[in-house]
């Protein structure tokens, strides 16, 4: 059969001589001949439109900034670690004088030193209203003492505040801490050593614990070495509490450290609403809403141990605008 008019070129030879067109996609790479893969992460090239990296899920946790709200501690002295002023005078023994010296002790050098002459035992002694001295121990209140002793024969037999005794020998060189709970309206510290106490002490503190009556101390409770402490607490009046400090109707992230546990329970007491009974060391967090005002650490079944790092928060969340 002859070509037909005007058909210069057969259709083989015309598709045969088109240019070839590639079409690139941006979603897959080439990275085996003859195969297709995925990039790692999709790509944008528009200016207007910068969708690189952004992402759009926000996190559902609360350390997210910019989602979850993270509201101040609203429980006051949750470390218990604030004390009050300093009460001693001349804690530092920088000259003779403020202080009550027994037999075998004398003040030198910025020390007091006990020497061995005395028979018995032998207080080093401050007092309210004597050689210059005002100290303010408040009957019932708490005092934490602290002390750098040097003990080179002998014992630190007791220390006194308030007429509350601490008689625990000390027999060794260190830095000391005794919290007492005054218990009477003798303001009076002593430091008393034994009939063979040689050595000398210096640096002497005296401070009020939780001076701004922050915590009220339930039967068993008290407060030591920036910590609550607990004996044999139990049941509803066993309490360490503060008033005032919850928002009816709002949610609250309580958050408390357990340590040192020995005996018994211990949960918290958001006003009406108990958080779950604890029995062994840890921090611990819990969401509450609480109806009422006040929150508590309670003890359970005799409990004996130690409480520290409370935190009370309002739980709000504020959604990212995305």
Same mark, same amino acid.
Not at 11 to 20: D, F, L, N, Q
Not at 152 to 173: F, K
């Given at each position: 059969m002859c070509p037909k008019m005007g058909m210069g070129t057969s259709?083989?030879?015309?598709?045969?001589?088109?240019?070839?067109v590639i079409i690139e996609d941006y979603m897959f790479d080439a990275a085996v001949a $003859?195969?297709?893969?995925?990039?790692?992460?999709?790509?944008?090239?528009?200016?207007?439109?910068?969708?690189?990296?952004?992402?759009?899920?926000?996190?559902a946790s609360p350390d997210d900034e910019g989602y979850w709200d993270d509201l101040p501690n609203i429980v006051l002295n949750g470390d218990y670690e604030e004390l009050g002023s300093e009460l001693v005078t001349n804690g530092t023994f920088d000259v003779d004088a403020n202080w009550t010296t027994a037999t075998?002790?004398? #003040?030198?050098? $910025?020390t007091a030193i006990c020497d061995g002459s005395?028979?018995?035992n032998a207080e080093l002694k401050q007092q309210n209203g004597v050689a210059g001295v005002t100290l303010n121990i408040v009957n019932g209140k708490t005092y934490e003492l602290t002390f750098d002793l040097v003990?080179?024969?002998?014992?630190?037999?007791?220390?006194? #505040?308030?007429?509350?005794?601490?008689?625990?020998? #000390?027999?060794?060189?260190?830095?000391?801490?005794?919290t007492l709970k005054a218990s009477s309206t003798n303001k009076r510290l002593t430091i008393a050593g034994n009939s063979t106490f040689e050595g000398s002490v210096d640096n002497v503190t005296l401070k009020q614990v939780d001076p701004n009556d922050r915590w009220t101390l339930g039967t068993g409770w008290s407060i030591e070495d920036g910590k609550a402490v607990a004996v044999a607490t139990d049941t509803a009046g066993f309490s360490i509490t503060q008033s005032n400090v919850l928002t009816a109707g709002v949610p609250h992230e309580?958050?408390?450290?357990?340590?040192?546990?020995?005996?018994?329970?211990?949960?918290?007491?958001?006003?009406?609403?108990? $958080?779950?009974t604890r029995s062994a060391d840890g921090t611990y967090t819990e969401i509450i809403t609480p109806a009422g005002h006040q929150f508590a650490i309670q003890g359970l079944d005799s409990f004996v141990g130690k409480i520290d790092n409370v935190s009370v928060k309002e739980y709000a969340i504020t959604p990212l605008d995305v």
């Open positions: 259709v083989s030879t015309a598709v045969s001589e088109r240019t070839a $003859g195969e297709l893969a995925p990039e790692e992460s999709p790509k944008d090239f528009h200016d207007a439109w910068d969708l690189d990296g952004t992402d759009f899920t926000p996190e075998g002790w004398t #003040i030198s050098g $910025g005395q028979s018995g003990v080179q024969t002998g014992a630190i037999t007791q220390v006194e #505040i308030g007429n509350t005794y601490d008689t625990n020998d #000390i027999t060794s060189s260190g830095t000391y801490t005794r309580i958050t408390f450290t357990v340590s040192e546990r020995t005996a018994g329970n211990v949960r918290f007491r958001a006003d009406a609403v108990s $958080g779950t």
